[in-house]
């Protein structure tokens, strides 16, 4: 089955390929006329009201282009520093771009507190309804930037252990793809998902 993911960070679209590629669902990026479409987020402070909105202009394109039938994915997710009051949450990507892993660690610095999440809110448009996934990863802010692998803040944030799964104090920069997915906030929001598919179909 083919799965649209109106998306425009590549790392989040090879995260979902690793989640739906083994339930035989091809994902592919969401593009008209070869580009993403620009999508207006809501200023607010919930990364579930950003997702709703993306998905219902997501379903108004594809209807635009005769595929209202096919289904689409959306994504909305952050990093929540709880020092910063959760900060940077839903300004995320804005705050990554002007500051990068670097300047969160210049804001953290001499603070012993170090807790943070990763949070995700998805949506996917099943050609006639929405279902939506949350998902939280608990971790640290590692004291430097570690690791190539992943996007994002991945190479400042070490996952606390989780059912089992250890790091062994690596960052999300240092770890392989599935192993990043045994902790992933991403892969929890897409999990409510699929067992919400399930349940309607
Ligand atoms: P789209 O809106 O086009 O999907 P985006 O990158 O702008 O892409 P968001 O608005 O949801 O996505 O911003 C989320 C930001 O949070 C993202 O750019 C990363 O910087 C960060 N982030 C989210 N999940 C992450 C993860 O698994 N690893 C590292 N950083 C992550």
Not at 61 to 72: E, M, P, R, V
Not at 91 to 112: D, M, P, R, T, V
Not at 142 to 162: A, K, Q, R
Request: with cysteine; net charge negative.
């Amino acid at each position: 089955m083919q799965l649209w993911f109106m998306t425009g960070n590549k790392g989040k679209l090879l995260e979902a390929k690793h989640v739906f590629s083994p339930l035989g669902f091809e994902v592919e990026q969401f593009k008209i006329n070869g580009e993403v479409p620009e999508i207006i987020e809501p200023q607010c402070d919930s990364l579930e009201e950003v997702a709703n909105a993306k998905i219902k202009q997501g379903i108004k394109l594809l209807q635009s282009i005769g595929k209202g039938k096919d289904a689409l994915l959306v994504e909305d997710s952050g990093l929540f520093i709880d020092v910063l009051g959760g900060f940077p949450g839903v300004y995320s990507a804005f705050i990554l771009e002007k500051i990068g892993c670097a300047g969160i660690l210049k804001l953290l610095e001499n603070n012993e507190n170090r807790s943070a999440s990763f949070r995700a809110s998805s949506c996917l448009w099943d050609g006639q309804r929405i279902h939506m996934g949350n998902g939280i990863c608990n971790g640290v802010i590692f004291d430097t930037v570690c690791g190539e692998n992943g996007f994002g803040y991945d190479p400042i944030f070490i996952p606390s252990d989780f059912l089992g799964n250890s790091t062994g104090e690596k960052t999300f920069g240092e770890v392989d793809i599935s192993i990043k997915e045994k902790f992933s906030h991403r892969k929890k929001a897409l999990d409510e998902i699929l067992a919400s598919l399930k349940n309607t179909h």
